[in-house]
Every structure is written in structure tokens, then in C-alpha cells.
Nanobody, 115 residues
Framework: QVQLVESGGGLVQPGGSLRLSCAAS????????MGWYRQAPGKQRELVAR???????NYADSVKGRFTISRDNAKNSVYLQMNSLKPEDTAVYYC?????????WGQGNQVTISS
């Protein structure tokens, strides 16, 4: 079992920045990859960014060049630095981990981009 605890959401103006954090606990040795998904009202949950245990990253086209995913192995944590935020980035952001083919989710954090 893996537990994920997120922090860092909130309200920011367009063009601003936010940093999301996700701390993993439990069977962390079994984690293959961690990432962030988001779900806007009336839309399906979508992948935002992912980082594998080997350090490879991939991003949704809509966030490339603006968002950066990183990890701190010593803290068993993954981060999402979000810059140049747009109103269309408004969503609930979920931390995600894959461990031994099982999916684990954080509780979700609201991110709202509005003036």
C-alpha cells in the first residue's frame, strides 16, 4: 500500500505560479512512477506530468514549457512547479503513483486561476 498526501493548491491570478507537493509513504520501494493528474468540472481526469523511478519525465502538451515535475528521493516526494498559469489550468489536481501495477491517488487539491 502507498499513501499520498498533497499540499500547495490555492487561488492565483493568471500568469502566476504555484507549487504542488506530494509526499509518499508506505510501500514506497515498489513505486514505478509518480505524477500529477487534473480534473476540471465536466471534464475527464487527464495526465499533467509524470516522472518514472529512472527520472524520465513526460508532460501534457498543454503544460509543456510551463510546468516542471521533479522529485526528492530522500523525502519520498514529488513536486509540480506551475508557472505562467492560465484560467484553463483551473482544476482539482491529484497526485498519482503506480506501484506493482496498482494505482494510488492523493486526496486532490483545488487549483484556481482567476483574476
Amino acid at each position: 500500500q502507498v499513501q499520498l498526501v498533497e499540499s500547495g493548491g490555492g487561488l492565483v491570478q493568471p500568469g502566476g505560479s504555484l507549487r504542488l507537493s506530494c509526499a509518499a509513504s508506505g510501500s514506497i520501494f515498489s513505486i514505478n512512477a509518480m505524477g500529477w493528474y487534473r480534473q476540471a468540472p465536466g471534464k475527464q481526469r487527464e495526465l499533467v506530468a509524470r516522472i518514472t523511478s529512472g527520472g524520465s519525465t513526460n508532460y501534457a502538451d498543454s503544460v509543456k514549457g510551463r510546468f516542471t515535475i521533479s522529485r526528492d528521493n530522500a523525502k519520498n516526494s514529488v513536486y509540480l512547479q506551475m508557472n505562467s498559469l492560465k484560467p484553463e489550468d483551473t482544476a482539482v489536481y491529484y497526485c498519482h503513483a503506480i506501484a506493482k501495477a496498482d494505482d494510488y491517488w492523493g486526496q486532490g487539491n483545488q487549483v484556481t486561476i482567476s483574476s
